[in-house]
């Protein structure tokens, strides 16, 4: 490494001798670059995180693109009078569909729903009934007639008669199908039980990832609603709008305030740190100096704090828009998990220039010329900073080979920004110093003849017993690392939204059914459509804990051939025939007062009759009706061991024929992406520390030193998971990316400490710590204090990202400056330690 370093060294020199030209051609590219990273957007589609090759994702993509992604705003009205709310609607609606948006050159909404025929369906409605629910019906009316032949017997007793309730009894014959009439046959308005709620749904004309299109609808929404009177409908009525799309804004707007929040505590947080850190050890050298050359007074020097946040920071932020600049030409957007990278980037780089302006002042301060000064803070810091830069650089590389993008664009713009970062600290920062120096920015003198550096301490304290305790601990911590748990709990890591939950809260009774978070198998033929259904049916049958509540396709309900159709009008006929049994035919029930209503038809329903309310969910963009196979779950999606078991048994879908569909919604491609985090993960960080510990051994070219500098590193994860255990902090699909940054980040301090004390020899570790233990110490700070802003976002998952790299890298530190010293003494005492 120090022969690549020297062969570098022509680079720092051009720094020395043309300073402003190194600067402005740095400048130039960064503004440059800038231009590029300001076009781009963050992307909280969780579908865009998997591969495109995945089998769920192209299912999905192919359901939007043959049905469509229409998602709809609606707004519920609500007071106790039903004709007043029906009459707002009404008038609402009208002048919803006449909102316009000059920037669209359209109006914002393309069509509203409030009324819904169900007369036809009524009267039709075993038509729409599936074979196997007529089925049930045929067996439902003969248990009728048959429990009313017994009762008709006068010699017939009733033994069950005390048990059963007013109420009319539970039969299963008849609920499936009384389960479908509800879900397909709705009330005539969408309101609640006691009618004192009714939506009114509007379908917007722009897309939902057209965020200003959305901010403006809304804005111009709510001056809508401000534009009415409405207590003149009724003294106690009440309008709120919005639903998921308003969510969808909410989340947008909530991450990117995370991202500039925590962009602005944590730079603001590292400069301040990094201000007052150089300002004392600046001013403590500057002290040591000979009493006749202090010339500058104290305010001198707190006028001059921020200039190494300007030696270190220029080229830091060269560095990140160069990254991002690249990120911008290479993926276009960024995820929810890239969206903080900015700051944690920022975290990250500037430990390379506090480990080089540090030794720059230590050399000047030892009566060293500029020249000399920087290219000695290049030669003798150069190698252990761009080990360390490289061995984080590849860790987070690894991840690039990952499926999951959450992985791989993590690593691919992370990675890319550490070696940005240690070049800009490399060849860039040196012509600032140079600048500074000639402006009389920077205050050093050097150290006083008279001034002896003395160290008190000649050997670390308490080795052996902190060796032992710390083996000790990681023994245990190692022993229950069974008890590391993984968050299933999708709801844990998503933010609330208080203006969606008070939303759903408001028109909670309308329209539920217990038919939701849908999967969908388009089929290319009638017959398949058929053919799936039947075989997710058996595998419903054949799986005692299976998650398929049902299974529906409108060409099960609407025959699409003639043939068809006259079969299911065979078995309508027969409820007919039933149905005009002498001893039902006169019974009073709401059951068989649906069945008569619906048992009417007696030819092919025309599709045209089909009101557009049901059909829509079928339809294709090209207004036909789609062969779609829907698959409902019987159980919430939200666990993602659910999700996982439910994608695992309708995920795909094998015919006879060896043709093979896979069933795609948000919920399959959320367990797809889980499934693919808990199979990669491990890999990754096998994969990441085989990395980190080749290069470092390549470093070092020896084995031993190579494991004393991965020292920190290993001790430091342990007390991780110790901490987590402690905690209950758990693992999760945002999370589990900062682990193989830990195992990058985490060795930098292991290779700083080793690399000096290799370079000052023995006996001298407290020496090593009193100067590059302090640079390693502010270095992990400020990368802690990076990720820290984290921790104050609103988002559960970003802020277990902020937890997990907070301790980590904490972690890591403290057994750098305990474990790795303790070790080292300690092997120094058995005289088993030499300098290579």
Not at 146 to 161: C, W
């Amino acid at each position: 490494m120090q022969k690549f370093i020297q062969f570098l060294r022509p680079l720092v020199e051009l720094n020395i001798r043309h300073p402003y030209w190194v600067l402005s051609i740095s400048v130039v590219l960064a503004i440059v670059a800038g231009s590029f990273a300001s076009n781009l957007t963050v992307d909280t589609d969780i579908a865009n995180l998997l591969p495109s090759t995945n089998k769920n994702v192209q299912a999905l993509e192919k359901l939007q693109d043959t049905a469509g992604g229409e998602t709809e705003m609606q707004v519920a009205i609500k007071s106790p009078d039903f004709e007043a709310n029906l009459r707002f609607a009404e008038i609402l609606a009208e002048e919803s569909l006449n909102l316009y948006y000059p920037r669209h050159g359209n109006n914002y909404f393309s069509r509203a729903e409030l009324r819904r025929d169900t007369e036809i369906l009524k009267d039709n409605s075993l038509y729409l009934a599936t074979i196997p629910e007529l089925r049930d019906i045929i067996q439902y009316l003969e248990d009728e007639i048959e429990q009313a032949r017994q009762e008709a017997n006068p010699f017939f007793i009733d033994f069950t008669d005390d048990f059963e309730d007013d109420e009319e009894a539970d039969d299963p014959d008849i609920d499936r199908f009384r389960e479908s009439y509800d879900a397909l046959i709705p009330s005539e308005y969408p309101v609640n039980q006691d009618s004192t709620i009714i939506i009114l749904t509007l379908y917007p004309t722009g897309s939902q990832s057209d965020i200003r299109y959305l901010e403006d609808m809304f804005n111009a929404y709510g001056e809508l609603i401000a534009s009415y009177d409405i207590a003149s409908f009724h003294p106690e009525m009440e309008v709120q709008f919005g639903g998921r799309l308003k969510r969808h804004l909410n989340e947008f707007e909530s991450i990117m305030n995370d991202v500039f929040n925590s962009f602005g505590l944590g730079i603001s947080s590292v400069i301040l740190l990094v201000m007052f850190y150089f300002f004392f050890k600046k001013y403590i050298n500057y002290r040591r100096a000979d009493k006749r050359i202090q010339k500058h007074p104290f305010l001198a020097h707190v006028i001059r704090m921020p200039v190494p946040v300007l030696v270190i920071g220029i080229p830091l932020l060269i560095s990140l828009m160069w990254t991002f600049g690249l990120t911008y030409l290479q993926l276009g957007v960024l995820n929810t998990m890239t969206s903080v990278l900015f700051v944690i980037l920022f975290g990250l780089g500037i430990d390379y220039g506090i480990h080089y302006y540090a030794r720059y002042i230590e050399y000047r301060s030892d009566g060293e010329s500029i020249r000399d000064s920087v290219l000695q803070a290049y030669e003798r810091t150069g190698s252990a900073i761009l080990v360390s830069a490289i061995t984080t650089a590849m860790a987070l590389f690894v991840l690039i080979f990952a499926d999951f993008r959450g992985f791989s664009e993590f690593g691919f713009i992370a990675g890319t920004g550490i070696l940005f970062a240690v070049f800009c600290m490399l060849f860039i920062l040196p012509s600032i110093l140079v600048i500074f120096e000639k402006w009389n920015w920077i205050i050093l003198n050097p150290k006083a003849e008279s001034y002896v550096k003395t160290s008190r301490i000649k050997r670390y304290p308490y080795a052996r017993s902190i060796v032992f305790s710390g083996l000790l601990l990681s023994a245990v911590v190692i022993l229950f690392s069974g008890n590391l748990r993984f968050e299933y709990q999708f709801g844990n890591l998503e933010p609330t939204f208080p203006e969606y939950e008070q939303f759903r809260e408001f028109v909670r009774g309308v329209d539920e059914t217990g038919r939701r978070n849908p999967a969908y198998i388009i089929a290319d033929t009638d017959d398949d459509v058929f053919e799936i259904i039947e075989i997710l049916r058996e595998r419903k049958r054949d799986n005692p804990e299976t998650l398929i509540r049902e299974v529906e396709a409108l060409q099960e309900r609407f025959p699409p051939t003639r043939d068809l159709a006259e079969v299911k009008l065979e078995y309508i006929s027969e409820v007919r025939r039933l149905l005009q049994n002498d001893f039902i035919v006169d019974q009073e029930s709401e059951n068989l007062d649906i069945l008569r209503r619906g048992s009417q038809t007696t030819e092919p329903l025309d599709e045209d009759k089909i009101p557009d309310f049901l059909k829509n969910r079928f339809m294709t963009r090209d207004g036909e009706i789609g062969r779609f196979v829907i698959i409902y779950p019987n159980e919430s999606l939200a666990d993602g061991l659910k999700s996982i078991a439910f994608k695992e048994e309708i995920g795909e879908v094998t015919l006879e024929s060896g043709k093979t569909y896979h069933a795609g919604s948000t919920s399959i491609v959320a367990a797809s992406m889980l499934d693919l985090m808990r199979t990669e993960s491990p890999y990754m960080v096998i994969a990441t520390f085989i990395v980190v510990f080749f290069l470092i051994w390549f470093s070092f070219r020896n084995l031993k030193w190579a494991l004393i500098a991965l020292i920190p590193l290993i001790i430091g994860l342990t007390w991780l998971f110790g901490i987590m255990l402690i905690f209950g902090l758990k693992f999760n699909f945002y999370n589990l990316v900062v682990l193989p940054a830990i195992l990058g980040i985490g060795c930098d301090n292991g290779v700083h400490l080793a690399h000096r004390y290799r370079d000052e020899g023995r006996k001298s570790m407290w020496d090593v710590l009193s100067s590059t233990g302090q640079h390693i110490s502010i270095g992990s700070l400020t990368t802690m204090m990076g990720f820290a802003g984290l921790l104050f976002t609103n988002h559960p998952g970003l802020q277990s990202i902020g937890i997990m790299a907070v301790v980590g890298i904490g972690m890591t530190l403290i057994s750098a400056l305990t474990f790795l010293p303790s070790m080292v003494q300690y092997l120094e005492d058995k005289n088993k330690l030499h300098d290579s």
